[in-house]
Structure formats: C-alpha cells, structure tokens
C-alpha cells in the first residue's frame, strides 16, 4: 500500500474536520445494578466483561464474588453480612483479585475467611495480601515428602505415618473422632515449629467454641491461626474458609516454615458449594453436585507440597476431613478426596463402639508417602509388629467359631490382644517418637509376651515414665534399645 504523506495544511484540514464532528460524552465504566438478593447471593444485571470468579464491589460497601454468568445476568455470592444491600444498589468491578491479609500477627488469632477477627480483639496488624486462589508451586520446586510429622497418636505414627507436605485424608462417620485426631496434631506440634492453620468450616457454635477453647488450653494457639465459617455465617464464607486458610498457610510455607492446614471439613464445604450452585442455577451433575467440585478440591489440596532448598525449603502438610454416611467410602465427595489425597486415615464405627479408640481400620488406612519420611528406626520395629498384627487379625475371626488352635495360634492372637490394647489411646495424649520407639522394641522383643493383655496399661506408663528421663534417641542401636526397656520394665 503507498503510503499517503500529506502536506502540513491538509492535515490541519483534516483535524478541523475530525474536531467538526467531535461531540462530547459520557465515558463509559462498567457498572452493573443489583436485581434481586437473598439466600446469600444476588442477580446483577450489566457488567459486560465480568468474569468467573471476580470481585464485586457494591456501593454499600460489601464485595461479592461471581459464581455464575447467564446471558443477561452475574450471579454472585454475597461475602459480607449486610441489610443495605438491596435491588437497585449500583454494583463496580473490584480490580484485584480476592486475598486474606497474611504474616505472624495473625498466630493465636481467630478471624474469618477475609481476616477479619472474630475473637473480640483489635483487626490483626498485617501488610501482606495473600490470593485467596494461587496456582500450586511448580513440580521443580517441589521436593520428596521426607521428613516425618509426628501426630503422636500411637496408631498413625507407627502404621500410617504422615509425612510434611503430605495431604492426608481424615475420614469417617460423624462421631468417630476425627477432628479429635486433627485436635491432637496439632497439639503436637507444640515446640516444633510448625505452624497451624485450623480451619472450621459450617460447623456448630458449640463445635467451634470447644475447639479453640482446647487448642487454647493445650497452649496450641501459640502458633495457631483458626479460621471460622460457621454454619450461620454467609455461604459464599463458608466456600471461601478453605481457601483463606490455605493461603496463610501458604504464605508461611513460601518464607521457609513447616506448616500444618486441617480442613474440618471438605464434606460440609462440598455441601455449601453444591447448595450455592444450585441457588445460583448451574447445571447439577453426580449427586446434584456441580460438575467442577473435583477440580475445586484438587486445586486447594495441590497447593500443599513441600518446597525444596532452592525454594526455601517450606511444607504444608494438609489433613482434610470427609465425612462418610453408614461407613460408605464410595461416595461421590469421598471418592474425590481419596483420589486426590496421598492416603486416608479411615475410622471405623464397629471399632469405635468396640472401645478401640481411634476407631481407625488399619486394613482400610494407607499412607502412600509417609513411609518415606519415617524415621528409619521407627520405620524398622513398626515393620515387624505391623504383620503381628495383620496375622492376628487374619487369625481372629477364627476363634470366633470356637475351633481349636495350635499352640503357635494361640500365642499369636495373645500377641495380638496385647498390641490392640496398646494402640489405644485417649484423645489429647500426644506421645513422643521415643515413646512409640520404646513401646514398639518392648512388644517386638516379646517383653509383653507374658503380660495379661488388660494390665498392659501399668506397662506403658511405666515406659512413659522413664522415656522422659533417658538420653536415648530415635538414633541409638536396637541393642541400646532393648536393654533399657528391659531395664525399665523388670523395675
Ligand atoms: N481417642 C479417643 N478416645 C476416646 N474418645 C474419643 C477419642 N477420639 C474421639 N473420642 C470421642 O468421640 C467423640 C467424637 O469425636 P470427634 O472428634 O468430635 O468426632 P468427629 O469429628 O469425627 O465427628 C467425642 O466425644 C470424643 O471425645
Ligand atoms: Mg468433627
């Protein structure tokens, strides 16, 4: 194409021109107004070039987050609790992506899924805004889960570690135990550096008050930020409680720290999420959950990973809580999560009402990476007593018949009564790793052989006892082992 170069004076033509037709308007923002509220969400009509997932801003001063676009309308969920919110409220698209102000003020605080407190004292002091979605760190900051995270419950540091990073599924019926298992972890971490991020999404007053009252109590809220959406709250809260706890756990994990997120829980989550979809028309799919509910969970949990050197050398480690209806695993919500997870910790009613509490099934339980992280010492003695164990439970359902045994039968299933005793334990009674390494020589050296399996208890807390004063580690040779706890036991 030739290029037209015109002569000074034409051009100033041609402007005087343009200018001739110049007329002055309106510039147009994008602006929408509310149609209708209620139920926690509202209709906006306008907004062209909104998109999935963005905040809104109303002119009362409340946000909202687009759940659902139609042709002529925005869905969006309601974030604050407000009464001026009305039809007719002009509505503004928020620039920046949803965050929840994150750092150390907030330890030992209770705040809601945007930061605000809920513990009656002064709004936390931070500067740092963390996305409430973030993409999940990249595979080459990644490293192995290898290092372990002590849950100091018997069972699960033994037989289902858990490894730091890892994302380990809690589920169950309601009333089995698993926020307490999720309780005592984070009790555990006391004098670790770890810290927690609690997360109660949709849960009871009561639920909530006990919770942070026994965190408290423990001295766990030290190093602990507990999230609260509670069943009455907004349900655009309650979706957004999971995220907001992720991100502050984030946060901590990209600065260097080892950080631990429960999700209590992902059932009540999923729940919400459907009945927010449902309100806001989406097309329902299995269980009248949306279609995406997957992703939303698979994208949350991803995020927990732990960094290598390169990257800080951070973890989250993430314990979510499902719940089961009648023991049902194949369910569509806990199918999800197990599938997302790295393993479950799955509890069990016939178990729970047997009095084996934590009611968890060994044989339905897995951890598929925390073998990794076990200390190898540890890893060793649970190797040996966990096929006791298997073999017991094989070997038991025969006595249930009355058949008569073969002596090596007989003293494999005593072994066994034994060892079911010990796994017991009571709610908010951490144990150390030299605990479960003393306990484990003494039943593996068959130091048990010859105790009742109901005066094993005495047993036990005579190796509490002493386990406090050794200079033994996870580290001296099985011989060294051995020969204390023998000590120890003929006292
Ligand atoms: N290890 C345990 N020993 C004795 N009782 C327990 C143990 N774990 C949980 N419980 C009891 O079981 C009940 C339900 O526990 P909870 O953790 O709230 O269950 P969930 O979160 O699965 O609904 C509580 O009353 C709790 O005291
Ligand atoms: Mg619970």
Request: some cysteine.
């Amino acid at each position: 194409m030739k290029s037209e170069t015109l002569h000074p004076v034409d051009l100033l033509e041609k402007q005087a021109a343009w200018l001739d037709h110049y007329h002055l308007g309106l510039r147009i923002t994008e602006q929408g107004i509310v149609v209708s509220v209620g139920d926690g969400i509202a209709w906006i009509s306008g907004l062209p070039s909104v998109a999935m997932e963005e905040i809104l801003a109303f002119e009362d001063g409340s946000q909202g987050m687009v759940f659902d676009l139609t042709e002529e309308l925005v869905g969006a969920v309601l974030l604050h609790e407000t009464d001026r919110l009305t039809a007719g409220t002009t509505v503004y698209l928020s620039p920046r992506p949803l965050s929840v102000p994150v750092g150390d003020n907030l330890l030992g605080r209770v705040v809601d899924p945007l930061g605000n407190p809920l513990d009656g004292r002064q709004k936390p002091e931070l500067t740092t805004m963390q996305p409430l979605e973030r993409r999940s760190p990249a595979i080459v900051a990644r490293d192995f889960v290898h290092e372990p995270l002590y849950t100091g419950i018997k069972v699960i540091d033994t037989l289902i570690p858990i490894g730091k990073g890892q994302r380990q599924l809690l589920i169950g019926d309601e009333g089995l135990g698993r926020s307490s298992i999720a309780i005592d972890t984070v009790i555990n971490q006391r004098g670790r550096d770890v810290y927690c991020v609690y997360v109660l999404i949709g849960q009871k007053r009561s639920t909530v008050v006990n919770t942070i009252k026994t965190l408290r109590s423990y001295g766990a809220l030290e190093y602990t930020t507990i999230i609260v959406a509670e069943a009455s709250t907004l349900p655009g809260l309650q979706h957004l409680a999971p995220f907001a706890g992720c991100a502050i756990a984030e946060f901590w994990m990209q600065q260097g720290y080892d950080t631990l997120v429960v999700y209590d829980d992902l059932s009540t989550h999923a729940k919400t999420y459907r009945e927010l979809s449902l309100l806001l028309r989406r097309p329902p799919g299995r269980e009248a959950y949306p279609g995406d509910i997957f992703s939303l969970h698979a994208r949350l949990l991803e995020r927990s990973t732990s960094l290598n050197t390169a990257h800080g050398s951070g973890s989250m480690t993430a314990l979510p809580i499902v719940e089961t209806k009648q023991g049902e695993i194949a369910a569509y919500i806990p199918t999800n999560l197990i599938s997302i997870t790295d393993g479950q910790v799955y509890l069990e009613r016939g178990l729970f009402t047997a009095g084996f509490r934590p009611a968890i099934d060994i044989a339905k339980s897995v951890s598929r990476i925390g073998g990794n992280a076990q200390h190898p010492r540890i890893k060793e003695e649970s190797g040996r007593m966990k096929l006791d164990y298997l073999q017991f439970m094989e070997l038991e359902v025969f006595t249930h018949f009355g058949a008569r045994l073969e002596a090596s039968m007989e003293a494999a299933i005593r072994r066994g009564r034994v060892l079911r005793q010990i796994l017991k334990q009571e709610r908010l009674s951490p144990l150390s790793g030299e605990f479960q390494m003393a306990w484990l020589v003494a039943f593996n050296d068959g130091l048990f052989d010859d105790v009742e399996p109901d005066d094993i208890l005495p047993q036990l807390a005579l190796l509490e006892g002493r386990i406090k004063q050794t200079e033994l580690t996870l580290n001296s040779s099985r011989e060294q082992w051995i020969e204390a706890v023998t000590a120890w036991l003929q006292s």
